[in-house]
Each structure stands twice: as C-alpha cells, then as structure tokens.
C-alpha cells in the first residue's frame, strides 16, 4: 500500500465483551462487516482482528506510523482517539466523559467531527458543550458507516 492509502485510517470498534450472548456476537459480526465493507473506499480499515489484543496500543502505533491526514473510529475505537490533539478525527458513537473536555484546544475543536446515534444520547450532551462539529441522530440506536457516510465524505473532500 503506498503513502497516500494511509492518509486516512479507520479504527472499527473491537470486541470487549467477556460475557456475550450470542446475539451479541452476531450484531458485532454483522456491523464489522458493513463498517468494513463502506470503509473500504475511504481509507486503510482496521478491525477487531487487528485492535484485539491491545487496542489502544495498536491505534497509537499505526497513527505514529503513517502520521495520517485523518482518523476515523467507531464507538470504543472512537474513545480511544478523543485525546488525540494535532489529530484530524472524525469520531462515531464515542464515549465521552467531562474530563475528555479538559484541554481541548480551539484547534481540535475545529478539526474533529462527530456523529452520535440515540444510545449514545448522554455522550452527545456531553461532547456538545465544547465541540462544534456533531451530529446527533436520535431515530437511530446506533450509527454504521453506511448511514453517515455521505457526510463523512464530505468532510474529508474539504481538504
């Protein structure tokens, strides 16, 4: 993969329940394959394969590695990269806490969007006091790339 396909790397959620139903695993499996699926035409895709053992290491030795123009995470993947600072983000479903808001530069207030779906409704009231850019879908439970992807791409074209 040459330079400019790791302009843009996308961090699907990963597993982290040690008590599934199977239900549950069978949602998870079935929203990793159409994240991955809508993600593929937009940058390098990392999925629960990859973030599983260690997922908060692997994101910050990727974004290291290719010193990306932007980043993209789902949900728990999507926390992960709220303290990112100098970082272009595009975040979906994370979960937020007061203290994520401590800090924040005018800078990353600018350059980082996010898209919240109902069950992330609190997050959303939260991350909205200090951040400009976000979304809120309430008829939704929970977002996947496909739903949002017209205006994700929109703005990685204002570039």
């Known amino acids: 993969m040459d330079k400019k396909q790791y302009d843009i790397l996308i961090f699907l959620d990963y597993w982290d329940n040690d008590n599934p139903t199977s239900d549950a695993q069978l949602g998870f499996m079935f929203a990793q394959m159409d994240n991955e699926d809508e993600s593929e035409d937009i940058g390098k895709v990392y999925s629960n394969e990859f973030l599983y053992d260690n997922p908060k ?12 123009k932007w980043v993209i995470g789902l949900e728990n993947s999507a926390t992960l ?8 983000k595009i975040l979906i479903n994370p979960t937020v806490t007061v203290d994520d808001l401590n800090w924040v530069t005018s800078e ?27 979304a809120f879908y309430p008829m939704q439970k929970i977002l996947f790339i496909s739903d949002i992807k017209a205006a994700i791409e ?6």
């Open 81 to 88: 990269l709220l303290p990112y600072h100098r970082q272009k």
């Open 108 to 134: 990353t207030i600018r350059n980082t969007y996010a898209f919240f779906s109902a069950n992330y409704e609190k997050d959303y009231e939260v991350y909205s006091k200090v951040y400009k850019n976000v």
């Open 154 to 159: 929109a703005i990685l074209s204002e570039e």
């Open 57 to 68: 290491e692997a994101i910050k030795k990727e974004i290291a590695r290719h010193r990306p």
